[in-house]
């Protein structure tokens, strides 16, 4: 069977760290991977998404990168964290196939940016 | 753009009552709607879906309608148990994979 594992599930960091969030899906190939933010109040936000390796779409501007080294593996970075980058960030993952409508999430990382 | 409006938390209940969560919908051509329950300490998962107007999406007892003439997709259960306590989070996707999630509407329920 398939799953997803993030990590860590929580991290507080100071203004002008460095960010690395990391996800991998197991069990499946070729999936498509996304990462989510929801801000305190607020819905879901699609920050990154990605079909294949090194294919990464970007949703908003923003202060974050994201990369996928390998077919299930998926990084959310930051070179330098803002006080806005606070919030409850998910990864995501769904079969390759473009019909397909299920969405898998991780257990999420809540991000403190002090 | 897409946008999807749900009824603000937190919704507290006891035990057997009736639980509505309102959701309502902006987007073009005709989107697939969800309907994703977190519990605590867990990841988002699907808990019902519809994919065009009229269709009911059901699971574990809860049930919401595609309605395309109002633009909705109101979450019910006729029973709720204390387990259904989580955070539920109405969704659309109108093109591809991507999804556009509403605000989330936490329940709690007391026994």
């Known amino acids: 069977s398939q799953t997803i594992h993030q990590w860590p599930a929580t991290l507080v960091q100071p203004v002008g760290s460095p960010l690395s969030l990391e996800c991998t899906v197991e069990?499946?190939?070729?999936?498509?991977l996304y990462w989510y933010r929801q801000a305190a109040g607020r819905g879901l936000q699609l920050l990154f998404y990605s079909v294949g390796i090194g294919q990464i779409s970007s949703e908003v501007p923003q202060n974050l990168s994201a990369s996928r080294p390998q077919d299930r593996q998926f990084i959310l970075s930051s070179k330098k964290l803002l006080l806005s980058d606070s919030g409850f960030y998910l990864c995501?993952?769904?079969?390759?196939?473009?019909?397909?409508?299920?969405?898998?999430f991780g257990s999420g990382t809540q991000l403190s940016v002090l | 753009g897409d946008s999807v409006t749900q009824m603000e938390g937190p919704v507290t209940l006891s035990e057997e009552a009736f639980l509505t969560i309102n959701c309502t919908y902006t987007?073009?051509?005709?989107?697939?709607l969800f309907w994703y329950v977190q519990y605590p300490g867990e990841g988002l998962q699907l808990l019902l879906k519809a994919t065009k107007a009229d269709d009911k999406g059901s699971n574990k007892g809860f049930e919401a309608t595609y309605r395309k003439e109002t633009t909705s997709f109101h979450l019910e259960k006729g029973s709720v148990q204390v387990s259904d306590s989580a955070v539920y989070f109405c969704a659309l996707k109108a093109a591809g994979n991507k999804l556009t999630f509403g605000g989330g509407t936490r329940v709690l329920v007391k026994p």
């Open positions: 995501a993952w769904s079969p390759g196939a473009a019909t397909n409508e299920k969405l898998f």
């Open positions: 069990g499946t190939s070729n999936p498509n």
């Open positions: 987007a073009t051509g005709y989107p697939s």
